[in-house]
């Protein structure tokens, strides 16, 4: 008996829901890559009366036909989406359509766009997961029109995926790439300090902060390469993740979908030594988002003093008599003054803008640097005269050509900050321990 039969005679046998779960997505992630491999078993677990069991199938068709965009995987688990009579199996088939559609994520958008209009709140939430894992790191401005009006959904959870793949579409952009980012990055927060919102949408919120700022903002979400492969890791760790709806642990699975952008030079000795390159773009356009600033917390004033109705009616009656005459020179006075306040500030701003400097067409970065994957295609490496990539569309960890092997070279060391780095020779590294047996019975 192999494994997945054995996976499967298994689940029918135990009443454990759980465990059951655990084999169906087991099952499917057995079957990664499979493809037509993979169709009696989908096709099986398909037609199972068990719920769970065709909630396994709608995953094992996601990761066996992941990144393929299959004109047959996608007419399955459309089919399943409008007609399955289980909520769950009908919100894992239209998630799988992240992973089914992640190489062509323009695609994916069109394909989820009715779905994320059912009357169905369990469809819609599976649409906003499936454009989180197509788009994630895109910033695409389709998948954005759908999920901003999810966010005001009336169902809590559907709010919690918007705000998740909403963090997943836009991670690592700014403002100056995608004005949304900060409106959105506001609702964020909104939605955690709103007392009245609900406890679903929150953590959905909590999380899509983490989401969006993950790895100190030096990572994107990306289940494929550069050169298109597919990131086995990556993809598992997402489809583990979705899971967090039934145990909030497997949230943790995100972090093996987690690419570092960086670029980051090493010499023949796998050493790093300092080394420059050039980004052939405004230094605004691919810098950090700002850090997110913690509330601010308002003292508590004094309550004023109740006045009685009797006694309020009175002095209004007086002041009408005394002040008739001084309303007019009070308004007149107060547009004077705010005329005047509009020349100030506009006085103010061209003063600033004559006195900043206008910002450089380019900016030289340092051995190790943060490099998102749209800032690639703007990098040269003609900066350096030591040090050149072997290849030239060099990105990731970097070996370097040394130039000059004959001159002493200087290597980044571990104190160097995020401005630039630090220009120190290497320090001896410490001595390890001592070998030692521990004995527990001597502690005794």
């Known amino acids: 008996m192999t494994a997945v039969e054995e996976m499967i005679v298994y689940a029918h046998e135990t009443q454990h829901e759980k465990i059951i779960r ?4 087991g099952l499917a992630i057995v079957m990664y890559g499979r493809e037509e491999g993979a169709d009696p078993l989908i096709e099986q677990l398909s037609r199972d009366k068990d719920p769970i069991l065709r909630y396994g199938a709608m995953y094992t068709i996601g990761l066996a036909y992941c990144g393929t965009s299959n004109n047959s995987a996608i007419r399955k688990l459309l089919h399943v989406a409008v007609s399955d009579v289980s909520d769950d199996v009908r ?7 992240g992973f089914v559609l992640f190489r062509q994520p323009e695609q994916c ?3 989820v766009s009715l779905l994320a209009e ?10 906003c997961l499936a454009l989180g ?4 790191g895109t910033g695409m401005k389709e998948a954005l029109d759908i999920l901003e009006p999810l ?7 559907v709010r919690q995926g918007a705000l998740l793949a909403l963090a997943m579409v836009l991670i690592q952009y700014n403002k100056n790439q995608e004005p949304k980012v900060e409106s959105i990055r506001k609702l964020f927060q909104d939605k955690i300090n709103d007392k009245h919102e609900e406890l679903m949408c929150k953590f959905g919120a909590i999380l899509a902060t983490g989401l969006i700022d993950a790895g100190g903002r030096n990572v994107t979400v990306s289940l494929h390469s550069r050169s298109g492969h597919k990131n086995m890791t990556a993809i598992v760790g997402l489809a583990v993740f979705t899971q967090f709806w039934y145990w909030y642990p497997l949230i943790y699975f995100v972090s093996l979908a987690f690419t570092p952008t960086s670029v980051i030079g090493l010499n023949k000795d796998l050493k790093m030594p300092v080394f420059s390159f050039k980004s052939n773009a405004k230094p605004s356009t691919f810098a950090y988002p700002p850090k997110t600033e913690p509330p601010k917390t308002v003292a508590p004033t004094k309550v004023k003093t109740a006045v009685l109705s009797i006694a309020k009616k009175k002095e209004q009656r007086d002041k009408k008599k005394t002040d008739a005459m001084e309303v007019d020179k009070k308004e007149e006075q107060a547009k004077l003054e705010e005329q005047k306040k509009k020349e100030e500030e506009e006085q103010k701003k061209k003063e600033e803008a004559e006195k900043k400097p206008p910002e450089p067409d380019f900016e030289i970065k340092s051995s190790p640097a943060r490099v998102t994957l749209a800032q690639v295609k703007y990098l040269s490496f003609d900066v350096d005269e030591r040090y ?3 290849k030239e569309d060099a990105f990731g960890i970097v070996m370097l050509r040394d130039l000059k092997p004959g001159q002493p ?8 900050t995020s401005t630039g780095a630090t220009k120190v020779d290497d320090e001896p590294e410490p001595q390890a321990p001592e070998v030692f047996e521990f004995d527990p019975s001597k502690e005794k």
Not at 91 to 97: E, S, W
Not at 409 to 416: L, R
Request: net charge positive; hydrophobic share 40%.
């Open 91 to 97: 919100r894992a088939a239209v998630t799988c359509l």
């Open 22 to 25: 655990g084999l169906a997505v």
């Open 133 to 136: 894992i197509a788009c994630s």
């Open 109 to 111: 958008p069109k394909v």
């Open 118 to 127: 059912s009357y169905n709140p369990h469809v819609r939430y599976g649409a």
């Open 388 to 390: 050149k990539p072997v």
């Open 151 to 157: 966010t005001s959904d009336p169902v809590d959870y």
């Open 409 to 416: 070279e200087v290597f980044v060391t571990a104190s160097s």
